[in-house]
């Protein structure tokens, strides 16, 4: 990162970043739990580590939670896992799409799964392709229906917003909860 340079606050490494914005952000990043912060570039470095110590148990609690999930170590599997792991969600998610697509009303025309970094599934409206993260053999039954039932949803509304919500509730009333497991 440009302009970046690395801090050690009580013993947690952090990238830091001036940046011309108005509050300090923080994240604590997948896949390793590494901790990048940018803030003012008027701010003072002292305030930037007072900040940083202030939001230690934070951080802490966010770099336990990404080493205990799947993605920790995605990259660390070999073929056979990769393939057992397609395996499990393929079976299911061809289920649950033939369960979900006469109550939705829509019709996929290929079913992908792939191992993704940073989205859980993915849809093609225009074509009837959806794609599933292969990384969902490892999280409750109830995820992975979610997400099947989120592209399904998105092959009607294509944005996050009002319309699309509503087909949520609608079809899955507990879909937040279910999110909520996939953080």
């Not at 990404?66 to 289920?95: C, F, G, M, N």
Request: net charge positive; hydrophobic share 40%.
């Amino acid at each position: 990162m440009r302009g970046s340079r690395e801090l050690l606050v009580d013993g947690v490494t952090v990238v830091f970043t001036p940046k011309k914005v108005k509050n300090i952000n923080m994240r604590v990043k997948k896949p390793d739990g590494h901790v990048e912060v940018s803030a003012p570039t008027w701010m003072d470095l002292a305030s930037v580590e007072a900040f940083i110590r202030q939001k230690m148990p934070w951080i802490e609690r966010r770099q336990k939670e990404i080493a205990e999930r799947p993605y920790a170590v995605d990259h660390q599997l070999s073929a056979a896992e990769l393939a057992a792991w397609r395996k499990t969600v393929s079976a299911a998610t061809e289920e649950l799409v033939a369960h979900w697509e006469p109550i939705i009303g829509v019709r996929v025309t290929k079913l992908a799964y792939r191992n993704m970094s940073s989205r859980w599934g993915s849809c093609n409206p225009k074509t009837g392709r959806v794609c599933i993260n292969i990384q969902l053999a490892h999280y409750p039954p109830a995820c992975l229906e979610y997400i099947v039932v989120h592209e399904l949803c998105h092959m009607v509304e294509k944005k996050h917003g009002p319309r699309f919500k509503a087909l949520m509730t609608r079809h899955l009333p507990d879909w937040k909860e279910r999110r909520l497991l996939l953080k």
